[in-house]
């Protein structure tokens, strides 16, 4: 899987939208929220009619996946680069709580496109890449631990998933952009652009200028990222990079379908022959 978004510098400019300034970067990615019986529920249950400020985005972006039980979406990456286009597609399906798998498709030269699978079951992740016909199985990745220590700053603390997806992929800044909100969005200048459909679904818009991030290549003053985020859900439909005006990278969700029906094959896998199996 493709890398997506690092941690993002301290040294940040103030957060700003096009009706509110805010004085502080916005740093409120892990703030727990849960009923009586011990379930997660959204800060905010949806939005207002008027257009919201940033940080009122942020909050109601942070809880995304805790606004449906299954999804299913594909999205639809192209990457400009000096050989031409290069595109990409994820078809993401999720189960709450714990399963979710993500096939990623690049398009070759030859009759059949090279394929990743990543699916977990809450316990175990597996993967397989078609091209080397390699798999892997290994327990879940571990999160850091202690980050709920209310002396931590919030900058210090991360979102911890209801359901894991694919680390600094594309499906996980989607479903789960509260890391992207803190760490790369509040870190430049923002400001919400208006309202927006984007494959039906009414989405607010956002444009930010010069987020700092570790990718020195983008670290100019006319580096920007413009996003769509879904109105009901706010989860990311679209994604644009661009420097100098230029688009050079860009992603939108072609098919979001939340609490969509899921046939029991969904979340089904079974390595191919002649797997050769790494761990």
């Given at each position: ?21 805010q004085s502080?970067?916005?740093h409120?990615a ?28 942020f ?29 990409t597609?994820?078809e ?18 030859g ?12 316990d ?18 571990n999160r ?28 996980e ?65 679209r ?16 098919d ?15 390595f ?8």
């Amino acid at each position: 899987m493709h890398r997506f978004w690092w941690p993002a510098s301290e040294r940040v400019a103030p957060l700003q939208s096009a009706t509110m300034t805010q004085s502080a970067r916005w740093h409120r990615a892990l703030v727990p929220s849960a009923a009586a019986d011990g379930l997660r529920l959204p800060a905010i249950a949806a939005l207002a009619s008027e257009l919201p400020t940033t940080w009122e985005l942020f909050e109601f972006m942070r809880d995304a996946e805790l606004r449906f039980a299954t999804l299913r979406m594909r999205i639809v990456e192209e990457a400009r680069t000096t050989r031409g286009v290069d595109v990409t597609r994820m078809e993401v399906v999720i189960s709450h709580p714990g399963h979710s798998k993500v096939t990623t498709t690049r398009e070759g030269q030859g009759a059949r496109a090279d394929y990743e699978i990543w699916i977990s079951d809450g316990d175990l992740v597996r993967t397989y890449a078609s091209a080397h016909k390699l798999g892997t199985q290994r327990p879940i990745r571990n999160r850091p631990r202690g980050l709920h220590d209310r002396d931590f700053p919030g900058r210090s603390q991360v979102y911890e998933p209801l359901t894991a997806l694919p680390m600094e992929t594309l499906p996980e800044t989607f479903v789960h952009p509260a890391g992207f909100c803190q760490n790369v969005l509040s870190s430049g200048r923002c400001s919400i652009a208006g309202s927006d459909l984007v494959g039906g679904r009414e989405a607010v818009l956002i444009d930010c200028d010069h987020p700092r991030t570790t990718e020195t290549v983008a670290d100019r003053p006319d580096y920007q990222v413009s996003i769509a985020v879904d109105r009901d859900t706010g989860v990311i439909l679209r994604f644009i990079e661009s420097i100098g005006g230029l688009v050079t990278r860009s992603a939108e969700v072609v098919d979001f379908a939340p609490d969509a029906p899921l046939p029991p094959s969904a979340l089904r896998f079974v390595f191919p022959t002649g797997t050769t199996m790494l761990y």
